[in-house]
């Protein structure tokens, strides 16, 4: 099993920066932080869930969402089980929920693909003001 918990949601305006952050804690034998790929996803209200970025469980592989690309950067830390998501030159479109997942999918550089995460957050609110 693991748990996911997001922070760092809050409210900004257009133009401007914010950082998620996810907590990870697994409780599942046999595995560790580093063994799962992680994913952050978001959904905007009235909108299906749309993938955002994922990093491979060796931190050497990221993918972005062209909606996203050379504004968001994803990233890990082994030491304090935790995934970042730096959110720069925001915009009044990425507001959403955004979401933290794991994926125990794949191998050391792997890029899961989109269905291919099996735990997920709650989830923590961005709201960007234009």
């Known amino acids: 099993q693991v748990q996911l918990v997001e922070s760092g949601g809050g409210w900004v305006q257009a133009g401007g920066p914010l950082r998620l952050s996810c907590a990870v804690s697994?409780?599942?034998?046999?595995?560790?932080?580093?063994?799962?790929?992680m994913g952050w996803f978001r959904q905007a209200p009235g909108k299906e869930r749309e993938f955002v970025a994922a990093i491979s469980q060796s931190g050497v592989s990221t993918y972005y969402s062209d909606s996203v690309k050379g504004r968001f950067t994803i990233s890990r830390d082994y030491a304090k089980k935790m995934v970042y998501l730096q959110m720069n030159s925001l915009k009044p479109e990425d507001t959403a929920v955004y979401f933290c997942?794991?994926?125990?999918?794949?191998?050391?550089?792997?890029?899961?693909?989109?269905?291919?995460?099996?735990?997920w957050g709650q989830g923590t609110q961005v709201t960007v003001s234009s």
């Open positions: 997942a794991a994926s125990g999918s794949g191998g050391y550089h792997y890029i899961p693909g989109e269905n291919a995460y099996d735990y």
């Open positions: 697994v409780r599942t034998f046999g595995r560790t932080f580093g063994t799962y790929a």
